[in-house]
């Protein structure tokens, strides 16, 4: 203490440690670095973000001058944030922006290497609050732990600016001029992005074309930068996004094999003479070959369309040949319903050794050879939009099965929504909690929806903790007396025994049936995985041992489709297959999944099950079929009235033209093969056509395969359905148990 000239003692007055910092700071060039840093330094840490994102996570560098554009750009956007207040606000601001970014690509990284897809965090931040991480708690800690070497270049930037950075740039507040260039530099380097986006880059999808929109999101990431990636997302998700319409109205029937399985042209026509029926034939014997459409005026839907989406939609569904009825149309009409999801399920692991019951449905009923359950965005969100709604789910932006939920989309054609018209008794269930809003978007589906907390008791191990991942045996018995004396009854199961991972210790599924696959030959994980696919064959077992004590087993019609290959579990599929499904390694393919590695797109070739007691013996099917067929074919085998325009999907057992569109933009048909990646297609085996034949070939069926996955946006956002059949989506009886 010191006395003043009054007598009164004084405070000893102390510098405050940014004082003193800034005494220290250095001079010539690197005083001017210093006193600039705190401006360079977001360019520089996100293109360092960019840089080393792109080369760890394995994605081209080939757009690096757009991405690099940008993220200077948007550097000096962060720069403008923190030279405009005091030292310490500014390197306070500094700091937490440092942090947010570098967890924001670490969460892109992990959500890429864990769901296989990059994640739009503003679009999606509903799906990550509500559904629950420890579901997937093994694979994020594998994930973590398989990843450390990426994580830490991510956090290089935190490390820097604790360590270096804070003490060597001055945070001082900036002369106000200097904010007017710092923004212009904003402004020229985001032009120059711009104009760098209209260059005249190859490929299928260009940058120019994915800037306009909110979907192909990996896409998104490779050429224009996570950065970027998201602030396109902030954008759309305020905004919304324009949707580009083309009217270039391709007919994908046009190309139809007409020799194709299921053609009806060999049919008996009413009045002829036909000989006694037995097995098969007496089953599928219709002789009515007329469309499958609706009485539905579309050209006056589409002139009196509330927008042009609509509009676009109504004259897209006018343009499509239909699918006409075939000898199975209506050959289970009446019949009770199974429909199964199959959790991580690939056809590979289905065999008469291991998983009897799948393999006698899947030899027995229909037999489609060529059916295929390509990865979607969301994983199995994305599976059941497929499976249930005949539409491909959206690459980005606003989950369609989840999101209907809250906005009560119609959709008219799901299959309960259709047998509920037909007073059947609609109830699903599901072994788990509310993941991706399904107590809400499958009632909207017309489901009594059943899960953990809504009517489902869990099953529980010794300590009183809920099983992980429960047991499809269990759901099944637990909930087959809730619906076999109700007929005629729809039910849906959505399994869950098929999550992943597959070790031992974490899969309870696994350790279940370990004993069982301990003598398979097989590696550790491709074990724990089969052991998954047991307790699926067990819930099987017992729904057709119940269904036949009923006697109701043939007046049942069963389908089972998987909602998407185990996709971090390549080599566990090529060791089940006993082939090499990647073009290079197959563990860099299982680590992200990027559809430019795969060098045989069978990876996604798999199983699906139409089976009825009532079948005496199996029917081959050869077509080129997948997961949006689905639903369109079994309307047509229960003899429902449906339009078969309106969906992405055709009936597989007609003579329409088969096709299975991939999430990155290949394709696959009866008549060979499209690769976006090199822009090439490769004909099927024993099909002949000319190069100028299969130039037209492959541009109509590209805008075919771009057409078919459009459509269930603008149904999705603009509530098409509901425009097209109006006062049809009656919420108050949707999901009735008794049907009322």
């Known amino acids: ?93 500094t700091y937490v922006i440092t942090v947010l970014f570098s967890v924001v690509y670490i969460i892109e990284m992990m959500t890429k290497k864990i769901l296989a897809s990059y994640y739009q965090l503003f679009s999606v931040a509903s799906t990550a609050a509500n559904n629950k991480l420890t579901d997937y708690m093994s694979a994020i800690i594998k994930g973590i732990v398989g990843n450390l070497f990426g994580i830490f270049l991510m956090l290089v930037p935190v490390i820097f600016i604790f360590v270096i950075g804070r003490n060597f740039y001055n945070f001082k507040k900036k002369w106000i001029g ?185 030899h027995e009923g229909f037999v489609f050879n060529n059916f295929y359950t390509a990865l979607h965005y969301t994983s199995t969100a994305g599976g059941e939009c497929q ?48 993941m991706y809003n399904r107590q809400a978007c499958h009632t909207n589906m017309g489901y009594k929806w059943v899960q953990d907390g809504t009517g489902f008791t869990m099953e529980t191990n010794e300590n009183g903790n809920k099983v992980w991942p429960q047991s499809d045996l269990y759901c099944v018995e637990q909930t087959i007396d809730q619906y076999i004396n109700a007929q005629p009854f729809n039910v849906y199961y959505l399994t869950i025994s098929g999550h992943q991972s597959y070790d031992f210790p974490s899969n309870a599924m696994a350790r279940k049936n370990q004993e069982l696959v301990a003598n398979s030959g097989y590696s550790e994980n491709t074990q724990g995985y089969l052991a998954t696919v047991i307790e699926l064959d067990k819930a099987m077992e017992y729904l057709l041992q119940k269904l036949e004590e009923a006697g109701i087993a043939d007046k049942t019609l069963i389908v089972l489709a998987p909602d998407h290959i185990p996709y971090f579990d390549v080599t566990t599929i090529e060791e089940l297959a006993g082939k090499t499904f990647a073009k290079g390694d197959s563990q860099a393919l299982a680590d992200s999944l990027d559809e430019s590695m795969i060098g045989d797109y069978n990876l996604y070739k798999s199983t699906l099950i139409m089976w009825s007691g009532s079948m005496e013996e199996p029917v081959q099917v050869d077509k080129v079929c997948c997961q949006v067929d689905i639903l369109p074919t079994v309307s047509n085998l229960l003899g429902l009235e449906y339009d078969s325009r309106m969906l992405s999907g055709t009936d597989i057992l007609s003579d329409s033209a088969g ?82």
């Open 178 to 362: 200097l904010s007017g260039v710092v923004f212009g530099a904003v402004v020229v380097t985001h032009l120059l992005a711009l104009i760098m986006l209209h260059l005249p880059w190859g490929g299928e999808y260009k940058p120019s074309q994915i800037y306009a929109t909110n979907t192909n999101v990996d896409d998104q990431v490779e050429q224009l930068g996570v950065t970027t990636m998201l602030r396109l997302d902030l954008k759309h998700s305020i905004f919304g996004v324009k949707m580009e319409l083309d009217d270039n109205f391709v007919d994908g029937n046009q190309f139809a094999d007409q020799t194709s399985e299921g053609e009806s042209a060999g049919a008996s026509q009413p009045g002829e003479s036909q000989p006694a029926l037995t097995g098969n034939d007496a089953l599928f014997d219709n002789t009515d070959t007329s469309p499958n459409v609706m009485n539905v005026d579309l050209a006056a839907l589409a002139e009196n369309a509330p927008n042009d989406e609509v509009a676009w939609l109504c004259n897209y569904f006018n343009s499509q040949t239909p699918s006409n009825k075939n000898k199975y149309t209506g050959a289970f009409e009446g019949y009770n319903v199974i429909y199964i999801t199959a959790e991580g399920l690939t056809g590979y692991a289905i065999s008469e050794e291991y998983t009897p019951t799948l393999w006698k449905l899947s």
């Open 387 to 434: 499976n249930l709604l005949g539409l491909y789910p959206q690459n980005g932006g606003d989950i369609i099965t989840q999101e209907s939920g809250n906005t009560g989309t119609n959709w008219y054609f799901s299959l309960a929504q259709q047998l509920n018209r037909e007073n059947y008794n609609s109830i699903g269930f599901h072994a788990n909690g509310d």
């Open 659 to 740: 096709m299975v569109a991939f999430n990155s933009g290949s394709w696959l048909t009866d008549q060979g093969y499209y690769d976006r990646y090199t822009q090439t297609f490769t004909p099927s085996e024993g099909c002949t056509i000319d190069a100028a034949s299969q130039e037209e070939y492959v541009q109509a069926m590209r805008t075919v395969a771009s057409n078919r996955r459009k459509i269930s946006t603008i149904v999705f956002e603009n509530d098409a359905y509901d425009y097209i059949f109006p006062g049809t989506h009656n919420s108050s009886r949707l999901g009735n148990a008794d049907g009322s």
């Open 1 to 93: 203490m010191f006395k003043s000239r009054s007598g009164r003692r004084r405070k000893k007055s102390y510098r405050p440690v940014e004082s003193t910092v800034r005494r220290r700071r250095p001079r010539g060039v690197l005083g001017l670095f210093s006193v600039l840093g705190p401006i360079l330094y977001f360019p520089m840490m996100i293109f360092y973000l960019e840089f080393f994102f792109h080369i760890y996570m394995g994605e081209s560098l080939k757009y690096l001058p757009i991405w690099l554009l940008f993220s200077v750009s948007m550097g000096f956007l962060l720069s403008l944030l923190a030279i405009n207040f005091s030292f310490r606000v500014n390197r306070i601001i």
